[in-house]
């Protein structure tokens, strides 16, 4: 890549970044904040945000050292593109962002399909493990892209060497699988459904009291949210998990 294209790349992820964080910041500090928003839906949603951070500031070293100084190799080198310059602490927050909104997901399901009864409903004991396993899971599926990643003299950055051709595209198909497509498929399914159920199945709505007429607008414009960060994290995530695997697959 010339110089000019790496200093384009560069500067598209800096504004990547800066949004990134404007963006994400407020949500956690309303969150935290206002006592009245501490509820299970906006847990989830301080969670994401915190790995949506986790995502973009520990993938900054990858596109902005690499510009501004020599990097070293042997053990240093190792160590650097492990915890800094190669990126995969931010991939440990992309997967925990694809954990987290599968059960974002599932908790509309629950809400809009059995909204008078308990079924499926997340209590702050359920949370407890929820949000801790999102990052379990993400730690599992990030730490053998974490043990290959080692610096290339040849071509001067990070890159994983695994021992065996194979090993990498097994492990590149189990990413894809594990973090993009499962999680992709079951939103499609999820709110699919839900989406049915709120806009398209026919209600007597003369039935339905101010109350629940008001309950029902907020849970379509919660849901269209949730669906838009979704449609959101599928482009941006799912381009970069497919170009991960062409990447094993036809280099």
């Not at 301080?46 to 995502?55: E, S």
């Not at 990643?149 to 492990?171: H, M, S, V």
């Amino acid at each position: 890549m010339s110089e000019s294209a790496d200093d384009a790349v560069t500067a598209v992820h800096c504004i990547l970044v800066i949004v990134n964080i404007v963006g994400s910041t407020p949500v956690c500090v309303i969150i935290l904040k206002n006592r009245e928003m501490r509820i299970s839906i906006n847990y989830l949603l301080l969670n994401l945000a915190v790995a949506d951070m986790t995502f973009a500031v520990f993938l900054t070293p990858k596109f902005i050292l690499s510009q501004t100084f020599t990097h070293p190799d042997g053990a240093a080198g190792k160590a650097f593109c492990r915890l800094l310059t190669g990126g995969t602490l931010g991939w440990l927050g992309g997967a925990s962002s694809a954990f987290t909104l599968v059960v974002i997901a599932v908790e509309r399901y629950f809400a809009v399909m059995y909204p008078l009864g308990n079924k499926g409903r997340l209590t702050k004991r359920k949370l407890q493990v929820i949000i801790p396993g999102s990052w379990i899971f993400s730690l599992i599926i990030t730490f053998p892209g974490f043990l290959v990643t080692n610096f290339d003299k040849k071509i001067e950055r990070c890159g994983e060497t695994f021992p065996d051709q194979w090993l990498a595209k097994a492990y590149s198909l189990t990413w894809i699988l594990a973090t993009t497509a499962v999680p992709l498929a079951l939103m499609v399914g999820l709110y699919s459904m839900v989406v049915y159920t709120l806009w398209f199945k026919r209600n007597d709505d003369n039935e339905l009291t101010y109350r629940q007429k008001g309950v029902m607008k907020v849970r379509k414009r919660v849901t269209l949210m949730l669906i838009t960060v979704s449609l959101i994290f599928g482009i941006s995530w799912g381009t970069s998990s497919v170009s991960y695997v062409l990447k094993h697959f036809f280099s």
